[in-house]
């Protein structure tokens, strides 16, 4: 029983530490990206006469 409360200790302090670590890097403000400019593809053939 003794073995069980350590093992389980040690874990949580592991994920605590992960949180810990990981927390200032979620924080952070995004990067600001330009819009999205949608395109549509349409075939050369429809349109030209080659």
């Known amino acids: 029983?003794?073995?069980n409360i350590i093992?389980?200790?040690g874990f949580h302090l592991i994920i605590i530490?992960?949180?810990?670590l990981s927390l200032p890097f979620?924080?952070?403000t995004p990067i600001d990206l330009p819009p999205i400019i949608s395109i549509?593809?349409?075939?050369?053939t429809d349109k030209?006469?080659?």
Do not use: F, H, P, V
């Open 1 to 3: 029983m003794n073995r």
């Open 7 to 9: 093992i389980s200790t």
């Open 17 to 20: 530490m992960i949180a810990t």
């Open 26 to 28: 979620l924080l952070k």
């Open 40 to 44: 549509e593809l349409i075939q050369i």
């Open 48 to 50: 030209t006469s080659i």
